[in-house]
Structures are given as C-alpha cells and as structure tokens.
C-alpha cells in the first residue's frame, strides 16, 4: 500500500486515489492566475489544519505578508497563526536572499529542513528558482539534488511551474521528468469570467484519475466538483463546430 499525503482538497484527494505520494514531488503547472499558489496555500493550510503537518513555503514570487493577504482572503483565518507557532514556515524572497550568496541561503534552508521536522514543502516558483543558476548543468545537477534531499527527509512536495502556452500546448521540460507527478491547472475565458479545471496527468505509484475535472476558486480555496465533465477549450456560450 503507497502511503499517501492528503492535499484535503476533497475532490483532488479522490482523484489522486488518497492524496499525493508521500515523500514525492509534484510539479503544479498552469497559466498566471490558474491558482497555483493557491493550491500550495491549501496544502500547506490543510496539512496543518487537519492532519497535524508542518510545513514550508517557499515564495519566490510574493512575500510573506501577501502570502498571508491572499490566505486570509480564502477564509485561511489561522495561517498568520500558524506561521508565528512555527507551523508554517515562510522563506519569501527577502529572507532567500539574506546570505550574500543563494547558495549560503539554500545551504540554511537545508539545515532547516533537516532539523525540523517538516512534512510538506512548497516551492513557488520553480520557474523563479532557477532563475538563481547560471546554466542549465548547474540548474539540472541542483535540481536532482534538492528533490533528493527533500525525499530523503521525508517531505512531500509541490513545486509550481508557470506556463508559457495556453493549454492544451503544453511544453514538456526537465521539470516534468524529474518530478514524480504533474498537476495541471486550466482556466479558460468565458463571456462571464473563466472556466477552471484540474488534471492530474501523472503519478507514480498511483492509479489516479486521468479525466480533467472541473474546479473553482472561492471563499474556502480550491473546491473540485467530482463529475468529469465534457472538457471543452471553447466557452459553454459558443455553440460547437
Ligand atoms: N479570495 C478569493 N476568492 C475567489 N477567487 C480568488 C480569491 N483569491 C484569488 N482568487 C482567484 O485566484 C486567482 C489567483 O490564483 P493564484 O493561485 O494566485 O494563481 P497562480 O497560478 O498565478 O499562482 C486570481 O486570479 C483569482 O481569480
Ligand atoms: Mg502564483
């Protein structure tokens, strides 16, 4: 039996077959705005919330109080709690790049991932990680490395992937490869807003759901309605071809 980590997003944990395997990571990818972020606030929120997890964020992208801004936003009422408790743990840029180098930085974030016992960890964004390596050897040795080092403490991990084509024209990189799964997140425009969707296309060891489901983004997070519905790139207002 695969041991699993809950996201506690009910939807996604059923299609996921219990959750994300532990100890994996897991590339989250999708357009800006897709809710990335968002799914990394619910994992890390949930994981405290609801099974006792602590967790890391690593932010790259927004710092810790518009990290805070957007959980509290969701109705995460709790996050600035347990940030201060130690719970959650925050590296946001300013806190990244301290040391006069990242890599004396990464070297204290490993230190810390070593010794306190963290179950989850985020990394947003990959894409702005690697901006921090001068070439693509480096970037892919570090790369190897890190995932490994996150495995071997025992952390389950998302890491999000911002994506230059709009969906279905998906670019397969590295990242997809050296990571264990791959998330898809999908909005497409409607005359009223957007349509939102979730695909799970990979997950090793999992027999997982492989149909994109749609989703929403309100109060409460992500929700993931459980019936597969007919996938469609076009607005519901448009007729079909
Ligand atoms: N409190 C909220 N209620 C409803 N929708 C929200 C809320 N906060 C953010 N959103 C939606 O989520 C989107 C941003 O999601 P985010 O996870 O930050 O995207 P990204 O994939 O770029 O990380 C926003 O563009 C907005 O549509
Ligand atoms: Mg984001």
């Not at 299609?15 to 800006?32: M, Y």
């Not at 979730?198 to 409460?220: L, S």
């Amino acid at each position: 039996m695969i041991e699993t980590t809950a996201t506690g997003i009910d939807g996604l944990d059923d299609i996921l077959n219990g959750g994300i395997v532990k100890n994996s990571t897991t590339l989250v990818s999708g357009n800006p705005g897709a809710g990335k972020s968002i799914l990394c606030l619910q994992f890390l929120y949930n994981g405290v919330k609801e099974f006792g997890e602590k967790g890391i964020y690593l932010s790259f992208e927004e710092d810790a109080q518009d990290l805070e801004e957007a959980a509290v936003s969701l109705g995460f009422d709790e996050w600035g709690e347990y940030v201060e408790n130690g719970d959650i743990k925050v590296y946001d840029k300013q806190e990244l790049l301290r040391e006069n180098d990242f890599s004396s930085s990464l070297d204290l974030l490993l230190d810390d991932i070593e010794d306190a016992g963290y179950d989850r960890l985020v990394l947003d964004s990959l894409a702005m990680f690697e901006l921090f390596f001068e070439n693509e050897s480096e970037k892919r040795t570090y790369l190897l490395k890190f995932t490994d080092i996150l495995s071997q403490n025992e952390l389950t991990t998302l890491m999000t992937n911002e994506q230059g084509a709009v969906f279905p024209d998906t670019e397969i990189g590295l990242e997809n490869y050296l990571t264990d799964g791959n998330i898809y997140l999908i909005q497409t425009p409607t005359e009223s807003g957007v349509n939102r969707y979730v695909w799970v296309a990979k997950m090793r060891k999992q027999n997982i759901e492989t149909d994109i489901f749609p989703m929403e983004i309100a109060e409460g997070g992500i929700r993931v309605h459980q019936n597969a519905s007919a996938f469609s790139m076009m607005s519901e207002d448009e007729s079909p071809i």
